[in-house]
Protein backbone atom coordinates (compact mmCIF):
# COMPACT_ATOMS: atom_id res chain seq x y z
CA UNK A 1 0.00 0.00 0.00
CA UNK A 2 1.82 3.22 -0.95
CA UNK A 3 2.38 6.30 1.29
CA UNK A 4 0.02 9.39 1.29
CA UNK A 5 0.07 12.97 2.81
CA UNK A 6 -3.15 15.30 3.41
CA UNK A 7 -3.03 18.77 4.82
CA UNK A 8 -5.96 18.71 7.11
CA UNK A 9 -7.76 22.32 8.26
CA UNK A 10 -10.12 21.32 11.07
CA UNK A 11 -13.00 24.31 12.20
CA UNK A 12 -15.49 24.20 14.67
CA UNK A 13 -15.39 23.62 18.86
CA UNK A 14 -11.62 22.28 18.16
CA UNK A 15 -9.37 24.78 20.91
CA UNK A 16 -9.41 23.75 24.48
CA UNK A 17 -10.97 20.08 24.33
CA UNK A 18 -7.38 18.10 23.78
CA UNK A 19 -7.82 17.90 20.13
CA UNK A 20 -3.83 18.25 19.32
CA UNK A 21 -3.03 15.78 22.20
CA UNK A 22 -5.45 13.40 21.67
CA UNK A 23 -4.81 13.86 17.53
CA UNK A 24 -1.10 12.88 18.45
CA UNK A 25 -2.16 9.86 20.27
CA UNK A 26 -4.21 8.68 17.88
CA UNK A 27 -1.20 9.13 14.65
CA UNK A 28 1.21 7.63 17.36
CA UNK A 29 -1.05 4.46 17.78
CA UNK A 30 -2.15 4.74 13.70
CA UNK A 31 1.72 4.69 12.12
CA UNK A 32 1.15 8.35 11.32
CA UNK A 33 3.80 11.20 11.02
CA UNK A 34 3.13 14.80 10.42
CA UNK A 35 2.07 17.46 13.29
CA UNK A 36 -0.90 19.52 14.35
CA UNK A 37 -1.40 23.02 15.84
CA UNK A 38 -3.73 25.60 16.50
CA UNK A 39 -4.49 28.41 14.21
CA UNK A 40 -5.02 31.82 15.42
CA UNK A 41 -8.33 31.66 13.88
CA UNK A 42 -9.81 29.31 15.86
CA UNK A 43 -9.08 25.83 13.68
CA UNK A 44 -6.95 23.27 14.32
CA UNK A 45 -4.35 22.37 11.35
CA UNK A 46 -2.48 19.14 11.00
CA UNK A 47 -0.54 16.69 8.08
CA UNK A 48 -0.61 13.54 8.33
CA UNK A 49 1.62 11.54 6.23
CA UNK A 50 1.24 7.01 5.99
CA UNK A 51 -0.14 4.38 4.80
CA UNK A 52 -3.18 5.44 2.60
CA UNK A 53 -5.42 3.63 5.05
CA UNK A 54 -4.13 5.23 8.32
CA UNK A 55 -4.29 8.57 6.82
CA UNK A 56 -8.17 7.79 6.27
CA UNK A 57 -8.71 6.27 9.41
CA UNK A 58 -7.18 9.62 11.20
CA UNK A 59 -8.99 11.75 9.06
CA UNK A 60 -12.33 9.98 9.75
CA UNK A 61 -11.65 10.19 13.35
CA UNK A 62 -11.15 14.19 13.01
CA UNK A 63 -14.55 14.34 12.58
CA UNK A 64 -15.09 13.16 15.90
CA UNK A 65 -12.54 14.37 17.33
CA UNK A 66 -11.91 13.68 21.20
CA UNK A 67 -14.97 13.96 24.18
CA UNK A 68 -16.20 17.88 24.24
CA UNK A 69 -15.07 18.39 20.47
CA UNK A 70 -17.44 19.56 17.80
CA UNK A 71 -16.37 19.57 14.50
CA UNK A 72 -18.32 21.78 11.91
CA UNK A 73 -16.20 21.66 8.48
CA UNK A 74 -13.55 19.87 7.71
CA UNK A 75 -11.21 20.66 4.33
CA UNK A 76 -9.07 17.81 3.34
CA UNK A 77 -6.33 18.82 0.98
CA UNK A 78 -4.18 15.69 -0.84
CA UNK A 79 -0.51 16.42 -1.65
CA UNK A 80 2.34 14.72 -2.18
CA UNK A 81 4.31 12.91 0.41
CA UNK A 82 7.31 13.46 1.31
CA UNK A 83 8.74 11.47 3.84
CA UNK A 84 10.01 14.60 5.35
CA UNK A 85 8.64 13.60 9.24
CA UNK A 86 10.23 11.65 11.84
CA UNK A 87 7.16 10.85 13.92
CA UNK A 88 4.38 13.22 14.90
CA UNK A 89 4.67 16.58 17.06
CA UNK A 90 2.42 19.28 18.50
CA UNK A 91 3.70 22.74 16.98
CA UNK A 92 3.42 25.30 19.74
Not at 24 to 36: F, P
Not at 48 to 61: P, R, S, T
Not at 67 to 87: L, N, P, R, T
Request: aromatic letters at 14%; one cysteine or more; charged letters at 30%.
Amino acid sequence: MSNVRAHVYIRGHVLGVFFRATTKEKASEYGIHGWVKNCTDGRVEAVFEGKKEAVDKIIDWCWKGPAGAFVEEMQVHKEEHSDAFDGFSIIF
